[in-house]
């Protein structure tokens, strides 16, 4: 042990003052960490995955963008073709139809083929829109249609996904019967238990027109009534502003409770009494709050999807892949502005 604390000439150069063994180890790890953690840093500020962090230009590395197939609905390129406009607007999910996926396999489309057409060009199946009536009063019609949740969901899980919107359709309009809160937390925990015997998780959706389930605190309380590991929320900006709810009511809600979140904007008019669906345009076009939107998506721990949702006529006389591509752009910028506090 004493031979560590000897001078030795090869730890030392020409003019320098002779050190132990020990000392020159001790210098020599200090400066190979020094090095290391140089070196690690200027490689993570040159990567563009860093570089991207850093400027906050997409937001989270965890957030993933998704293209809703109705935002190229009336280009009827059909679903195969969707996909690979998603993939190559440069989308990581696509959220489907299930009548689309319905109408894939009636032409005589294979689920497992669609599959390996996602899995190649890398995309996943975020969620996907049906509208079983799993909430309605009506005990014969509610026994169908969980018939049919199951086969829908059944559908999403050969694609490998593993959510589905769960909107209150047949409690919805005018002449449809309004649903209890009490039941319709009933009714999401039945369909939540269908759900996880397939795998595929529903997510109750809200309706802004809808005479149930059109506003975020009453979502909030048939999710939290359900009494259910797996409820969890599907917003939309459209519908939020549509149903009247207030956008700060965002931060009351968990990040782990929205898988993923609807994007879209609204023009000033016409007003909310008056606008529908159609109305919808690329995030940034319209007026409404994203910043806001999307600072507290952060600040609540959303680590979901965003998928852009648009029923736009204009856009559907357009060609869809320059859709796609605009909307995607459109979404990231509004994400980038709103994290860096613009």
């Known amino acids: 042990m004493a031979a560590m604390n000897t001078p030795h000439a090869s730890h030392t150069r020409p003019g320098q003052t002779p050190v132990s063994r020990r000392e020159f180890l001790r210098r020599s790890s200090q400066a190979a960490g020094a090095a290391c953690a140089a070196s690690a840093v200027a490689a993570s500020a040159t990567s563009p995955a860093a570089t991207a962090a850093t400027a906050d230009v997409a937001g989270p590395a965890s957030l993933r963008y998704c293209l809703n197939t109705s935002t190229i609905r009336g280009q009827e390129v059909g679903l195969p073709r969707a996909i690979d406009i998603a993939a190559q607007a440069g989308y990581q999910g696509i959220e489907p139809w299930i009548r689309e996926l319905q109408a894939y396999v009636q032409q005589g489309g294979s689920l497992k083929d669609l599959r390996k057409r996602l899995d190649d060009r890398g995309l996943v199946v975020e969620s996907a829109i049906g509208f079983a009536r799993w909430i309605v009063d009506d005990e014969t019609t509610r026994t169908a249609a969980l018939d049919e949740a199951r086969r829908d969901m059944e559908m999403v899980a050969a694609l490998g996904g593993k959510r589905i919107a769960a909107p209150p359709a047949g409690a919805a309009r005018a002449d449809e019967p309004a649903v209890s809160s009490t039941a319709a937390a009933q009714r999401y925990r039945t369909l939540l238990e269908l759900g996880r015997q397939v795998g595929v998780v529903p997510q109750l959706e809200i309706w802004g027109f809808s005479r149930t389930l059109s506003r975020l605190g009453e979502v909030l309380h048939v999710a939290a009534e359900a009494a259910h590991p797996d409820a969890c929320l599907l917003p939309d900006i459209y519908h939020l502003y549509k149903g009247g709810s207030d956008f700060h009511a965002l931060r009351l809600v968990s990040g782990s409770a929205m898988q993923v979140f609807h994007v879209n904007d609204y023009p ?23 910043g806001l939107v999307f600072r507290t998506l952060r600040e609540v721990g959303f680590r979901g999807a965003l998928s852009l949702e648009l029923f736009n006529r204009d856009y559907w006389q357009q060609d869809a892949l320059e859709v796609a591509r605009t909307g995607l752009v459109k979404t990231q910028e509004a994400v980038a502005r709103a994290l860096q506090g613009a």
């Open 268 to 290: 000033a008019q016409p007003d909310r009494s008056t606008i529908t669906d159609a109305h919808r345009v690329y995030p940034g076009d319209g007026i409404a709050p994203l």
